[in-house]
């Protein structure tokens, strides 16, 4: 099943295999599902024999980068909507910016709570005759046809990490639980469960968020005073293996349990990465099920709990 959802992805590799491109939009936060998308798709560039022109965040992308013919690719998520505001509004001034270069958007959720923003936003996108929008489930795939023509689904990129091995004796309940904007109602038969462990991934990156806040302000200085090569190598040079470090971590903390029970869509993926028996909670707009229903729900990994 893992080999399978990592081969849906070959339209991503159709599309850029020749060309120059940018990855743009890197997570540099704490969320340790979005820096195994980020993982994900590295090891995919790496395996297709790939390799992007510069990797930056969206801040830190500068448009005298691009020439003409490059191709901007855009991480993979779940922040295409407006629960996340911010980020779609850089990546649309993106997107207005360059009408003749190809966008990828590699595996999105797409969700809007307001009809206006959608459409706002599907006025921007619909300006531009070559945008690629990956989405990882049919709800998305819906509401991204609004967007663009050229709408495909496909798995998280954080497949392509399989096989993570897990090592050593597990035991015990750990649990993943959201604390942010997508939390869930938990289900009746979870409220009363008892847990060896109970966390979220900004409590397993801990103390070490400073690493996060010193690559913020590097960033600010190298935009600041223009340094463009400064600004090219944060990501690779210093922020890509300190996400490594974090994800590692999320990955012995799941090494050292015999069971997961999350409410985070990378909880159940990374569960899937090692093998790991897990209970799925949707999140607060379905997220987690309409995966699991798209891709993983034949796996006997894996038990969803629907409110």
Known sequence: MMQDLQNKHDTIHDLLKGRDFH??????????GDLLIMQGT????KKKRLSPRTISTS??????????GDVLVFHGGGNFGDLYANINQIREEII?????????MLPQTVFFASETARDRSVAVFRQHADVHIFVRDKASQ???NRFSENVYLAPDMAHHLYPIASGGKASGVLRIERVDTEKPVVPESLKDAQFDTRTDWIEVVGTDKRLIDFAWRIQAAFIKRGWQTCKKLIGPWYWIPVAQRFSSRAVALFARHEHIVTDRLHGHILACLMDKH??????????NS??????TAHSDLVRLVKV
């Open 42 to 45: 590295l090891a995919f560039f």
């Open 142 to 144: 819906q509401i991204a």
């Open 59 to 68: 801040w830190a992308f500068d448009p005298s980068w691009v020439k003409p």
């Open 96 to 104: 207005a910016r360059f009408p003749g270069n190809r966008i990828v």
């Open 278 to 287: 897990h209970t799925v909670i949707d999140n607060s707009y379905g997220k």
């Open 23 to 32: 990855y743009i939009d890197i997570p540099m936060h704490d969320n340790i």
């Open 290 to 295: 309409t995966y699991i229903d798209e891709w």
